[in-house]
């Protein structure tokens, strides 16, 4: 039996309600090139990623294929699946699609990302893997800026939680371990907002894995124009230092 | 309680002793400082009467116990941070609008990541994203009721407060109102590029 492999699910299907724009927002260009490709240029180069898998709206299949995964050539992009309602459904059906190679022991490792994040760095995701073949399960997160608080029923302010990071992706697990985590949350009607709230549920430990605050999720028309600022200061590699902090870095 | 949003309103603005701060106010945006933008967007707004600018004690308290103590008469104070150049007339407009209903109200956008308590690099929990939000550092609240929240604060030998500190510390209730992504804080030139653009696009609330 072959060495088991890392597998790469991109989270694509969002409705990108909060940008206003006609259309998907993974799709919208970002430096000349689509959002989705930057993320999938990364996992592409990385060595220990072996494969990815897409995961997109049922009406955006087509236009994924043509606008992203043939010019771009994606050796690594395997299938490209149709997502659910919520983030939450589109990762479980990513995760469904891997099941059987899971369980066999083909696939050990799981990364979970989203598109619209798309200055994940080769370095990132080293970490990250080397955290979750140690430990089960890595998240990137960057601390908190000072200004966030948390609102109480009626709307009113209240003091936020101490010791608050923002989590960001890829986040990259276990197989097995996100797989049961997954199928446990199927059976309890849970949807978590994130991949690892979903296995904190299942009481497995998660590790927090330095992220950088330039490792934006580009979500309204603000974060567009960062990530051009971003796309274009950074070196080639991506590497190197944050060019934002906790102020600038959008909430 | 139940101010109207016609009464008169005194914008304070506190400016910061650290030299990096200051330095980053003098920032040009199409030709004008960041602090200019800040302070014009004030004064377009009717709701607003006078727009003091407040010089720097040796704490933040006594910043804004010194500025009011000179400040003209008003009904409700507009706390507003100076480096905040996209803030606009019709943002503040609205925002003082929402506002009137409430004793104090800060301006606030919702937060677009998932947020984790952690301790010891471990992840602790997760926060309901719709529970939190980024504050903007601008608050209005009926005077009277401030300026005894903050003299009760300076009494208390508090030296790490803020107009929000002063005010939960005295029980008044801070209603959280929507704000813009666009009014962010110039925390260095990458942010100075940002503005241009923003402007440049239209994206700014007008005027």
């Keep these: 039996m072959s060495e088991p492999v890392a597998v790469a699910i991109v989270l694509a299907a969002g409705a990108g309600k909060r940008m206003a724009a006609t259309v998907n927002k993974v799709f919208l260009p970002l430096a000349g090139k689509p959002i989705i490709a930057w993320s999938l240029e990364c996992f592409e180069r990385h060595p220990q990623i072996a494969e990815v898998i897409v995961v997109a709206a049922a009406a955006e299949l087509e236009e994924c294929r043509h606008r992203v995964l043939q010019p771009f050539g994606f050796k690594k992009v395997s299938t490209l699946i149709v997502g659910g309602e919520t983030r939450h459904d589109s990762e479980f059906n990513g995760l469904i699609h891997l099941e059987q190679r899971i369980e066999d022991g083909s696939i050990d490792l799981v990364l979970i990302h989203d598109a619209v994040r798309p200055f994940v760095t080769a370095s990132m995701v080293d970490r990250l893997i080397d955290e979750a073949r140690s430990s089960g399960a890595a998240i990137p997160c960057v601390p908190a800026a000072d200004n966030i608080v948390q609102a109480l029923p009626r709307g009113q302010l209240s003091q936020a939680p101490a010791h608050l990071w923002a989590a960001q992706t890829p986040q990259v697990f276990a197989a097995r371990l996100v797989l049961a985590a997954h199928q446990q949350a199927h059976r309890d009607g849970f949807k978590g907002s994130d991949t690892s709230s979903v296995v904190e549920r299942a009481g497995k430990s998660v590790a927090v894995v330095q992220g950088s605050y330039d490792n934006i999720k580009i979500t309204t028309s603000d974060d567009l124009i960062r990530g051009e600022q971003i796309a274009r200061a950074r070196p080639r590699s991506g590497e190197g230092p944050s060019l934002l902090s906790a102020e600038s870095a959008s909430a | ?207």
């Excluded at chain 2, 500025?67 to 409700?76: G, K, M, N, Q, T």
């Excluded at chain 2, 601008?138 to 030998?157: C, H, K, N, Y």
């Excluded at chain 2, 929507?178 to 239209?202: M, T, W």
């Design chain 2, 1 to 207: 309680m139940g101010q109207s949003v016609t009464q008169r309103t005194l914008a304070l603005i506190p400016l910061s002793s650290d030299p990096a701060s200051k330095d980053r106010l003098l920032l040009t945006i199409q030709g004008r400082s960041v602090l200019e933008w800040t302070v014009d967007a004030m004064r377009m707004v009717p709701e607003i009467g006078d727009v003091v600018i407040a010089e720097p004690a040796s704490n933040r308290l006594l910043t804004l116990r010194q500025a009011l103590d000179s400040a003209p008469v008003a009904d409700r104070i507009l706390f507003h941070e100076p480096n905040r150049p996209l803030t606009s007339a019709a943002g503040l407009r609205s925002f003082l609008r929402d506002a009137a209903a409430h004793p104090a109200a800060a301006m606030v956008v919702p937060v677009k990541s998932t947020y984790k308590e952690v301790v010891d690099g471990r992840v602790v929990s997760t926060i309901p994203r719709n529970q939190l939000y980024q504050l903007q550092h601008v608050l209005v609240v009926d005077r009277a009721p401030f300026e005894e929240a903050l003299d009760s604060t300076i009494r208390q030998g508090r030296v790490d407060g803020d107009e929000f500190t002063a005010c939960q510390s005295a029980g008044i209730p801070i209603q959280l109102i929507p704000g813009s992504y666009f009014n962010f804080p110039i925390a260095a030139h990458l942010d100075v590029e940002f503005a241009e653009i923003a402007l440049v696009k239209g994206l700014r609330l007008a005027p």
